[in-house]
């Protein structure tokens, strides 16, 4: 059974840094693609980061473009997110997710999340 796991969201000041970690277990497959998303309340889910699985090309959200760094650990099956200026507009529940494909265009499995807070 594929697992996802986040963890490293908390309460930040506005300005401050934060790094999410997921990892990947149980899988009988090889990852194509990792990302994550992010859920405020009263929002749609949206697209934050990804990353190929094969040759690490990454994928940034406009609104995180510059502050955000989405990077893997292929060897441990880690993905995370280094998340630098955060601005309180970037509260949310943030998902973890992988898919077998990289080309293709909806992720397959997803964790439980972690919440990110950031004071003004």
């Known amino acids: 059974q594929v697992q996802l796991v986040e963890s490293g969201g908390g309460l930040v000041q506005a300005g401050g840094s934060l790094r999410l970690s997921c990892a990947a277990s149980?899988?009988?497959?090889?990852?194509?693609?990792m990302g994550w998303f992010r859920q405020a309340p009263g929002k749609e889910r949206e697209f934050v980061a990804a990353t190929s699985w094969s040759d690490g090309r990454t994928y940034y959200a406009d609104s995180v473009k510059g502050r955000f760094t989405i990077s893997r650990d292929n060897a441990k099956k880690m993905v995370y997110l280094q998340m630098n200026s955060l601005k309180p507009e970037d509260t949310a529940l943030y998902y973890c997710?992988?898919?077998?494909?990289?080309?293709?265009?909806?992720?397959?499995?997803w964790g439980q999340g972690t919440q990110v807070t950031v004071s003004s």
């Open positions: 149980g899988l009988t497959f090889r990852i194509g693609n």
């Open positions: 997710a992988a898919r077998k494909n990289d080309g293709d265009s909806s992720y397959e499995y």
